[in-house]
């Protein structure tokens, strides 16, 4: 079965960027369509973006557009969430997600909290 | 952008039915997929397609979706139940992933 296995807790300074991973194992990366999402502390779920397999293209949340970075390692079946310019409202716990097949979100990563602190 | 509505709380009694709505401009258009979290956990797909259950989720979930809104209905609910819930659709917007607000249930 497939489990999404992400990167440990980040601390970051205001202006600097975060890479969190998320490890595929049970599949391969290209048989999914991975998404992230994230949920600020005591806040609801925010989706980033993600990869579309219809048009081939990462499609991202106008609210992250030019700050956000999604890419995959196909050699190690690892997908990465890379935001940069972090400031405080980034604090949050980041998630990757599967795309099921029927469009839903049925398998979650563990979660990553980052931090954004000075 | 497209808005999906959800009450803040619900509160219910144990073996009780909870009912939590989701409210949107013509969702009955679209499939909508619910999710469970409880806290510190990552969220749990519970129905997807407005109704179906993946394997392993209890047949008491249950969901309906027509008009401007969509409903997850948890029939005789238990303790464990108690978490927050989101509704989610796609959208044909510029932001294809559109969350409700989410629900706390409450067991009392």
């Known amino acids: 079965q497939v489990q999404l296995v992400q990167s440990g807790a980040e601390v970051k300074k205001p202006g600097a960027s975060v890479k969190v991973s998320c490890k595929v194992s049970?599949?391969?990366?290209?048989?999914?369509?991975m998404h992230w999402v994230r949920q600020a502390p005591g806040k609801g779920l925010e989706w980033m973006g993600g990869f579309d397999p219809e048009d081939g293209e990462t499609i991202y949340a106008q609210k992250f557009q030019g700050r956000v970075t999604m890419t995959e390692d196909t050699s190690t079946d690892t997908a990465y969430m890379e935001l940069s310019s972090l400031r405080s409202e980034d604090t949050a716990v980041y998630y990757c997600?599967?795309?099921?097949?029927?469009?839903?979100?049925?398998?979650w990563g563990q979660g990553t909290m980052v931090t954004v602190s000075s | 952008s497209y808005v999906l509505t959800q009450p803040p709380s619900v509160s219910v009694a144990p073996g009780k039915t909870a009912r939590i709505t989701c409210g949107g401009n013509?969702?009955?258009?679209?499939?909508v997929h619910w999710y469970q979290q409880k806290p510190g956990q990552a969220p749990v797909l519970v129905v997807y397609d407005d109704s179906d259950r993946p394997s392993g989720i209890p047949e008491r979930f249950s969901g309906s979706n027509s008009g401007n809104t969509a409903t997850l209905t948890i029939s005789r609910v238990e303790a464990g139940d108690e978490a927050d819930y989101y509704c989610q659709v796609w959208d044909s917007s510029s932001d294809p992933v559109v969350f409700g607000t989410g629900t706390k249930v409450t067991v009392l």
């Open positions: 049970g599949y391969t990366l290209t048989e999914l369509s």
């Open positions: 997600a599967r795309r099921g097949s029927s469009d839903a979100f049925d398998i």
């Open positions: 013509n969702i009955g258009s679209k499939s």
